[in-house]
């Protein structure tokens, strides 16, 4: 067992990556069975005229883990300079490959992570005019993690609405049950 020092907690012994994104391989796997089920040929379609082409939505949610990565690399992140240019990807095969290159740098992003910049502040601005400053770890966890999961409701509504099965996340879809989790003795 770990010992600990007046200047450590046992948390501090652990990664950041072990005690605050121990869900980060469970929600990875969520999104990866969304993308895959995104179904080729309607890229363009969109419920209504208002919302995201399932293509749109679909490529959002699979560059995600990008935007997290440049959160824990990067100290801010202005809207008005850095934009990067949105990726043209056909099909869902390409999406899933872009989603899984992605994801498994971000796992070695993370895994470098300490708990000094676990700590640091992260700026989300738009040229002169900062929105946000909040700790690196928490915006992480809102704008990636969460935004991921929003995004991946989105993308099951879609499904349901194209008649196509939808896979399940937290628990059971109507169309999915969940692997049964087999316990050791």
């Known amino acids: 067992m770990p010992t600990t ?4 907690s046992p948390v501090e012994m652990e990664s950041p990556l072990s005690v605050l994104f121990a869900d980060l391989d469970g929600e990875l796997a969520t999104t990866r069975r969304m993308l895959e089920r995104v179904p080729n040929g309607h890229d363009d379609w ?10 749109q939505l679909a490529t959002h949610l699979a560059q995600l883990p990008g935007f997290g990565m440049m959160m ?11 934009r990067p240019e949105d990726p043209k990807l056909a099909s869902s095969a390409e999406r899933v490959k872009m989603f899984d ?8 992003v ?15 601005r738009i040229g002169d ?5 909040a700790p ?3 915006v992480f966890r809102t704008a990636f993690i969460t935004h991921a999961a929003h995004h991946r409701a989105q993308v099951g509504v879609y499904l349901r609405l194209l008649d196509m099965p939808v896979p399940y996340s ?15 003795r």
């Open 5 to 8: 020092t007046a200047e450590s």
């Open 46 to 55: 969109r419920p209504h005229e208002k919302s995201r082409s399932l293509g």
């Open 72 to 82: 824990l690399t990067q100290d801010e992140f202005d809207g008005k300079t850095q």
């Open 101 to 108: 290159d992605l994801s498994a740098q971000l796992r070695g």
């Open 110 to 124: 993370l895994r470098q992570l300490t708990w000094d910049k676990a700590r640091s502040t992260w700026t989300l």
């Open 129 to 133: 005019n900062i929105l946000l400053e």
């Open 136 to 138: 690196r770890v928490n």
């Open 170 to 184: 937290y628990g059971a879809s109507a169309d999915e049950q969940p692997p049964m989790p087999v316990r050791q």
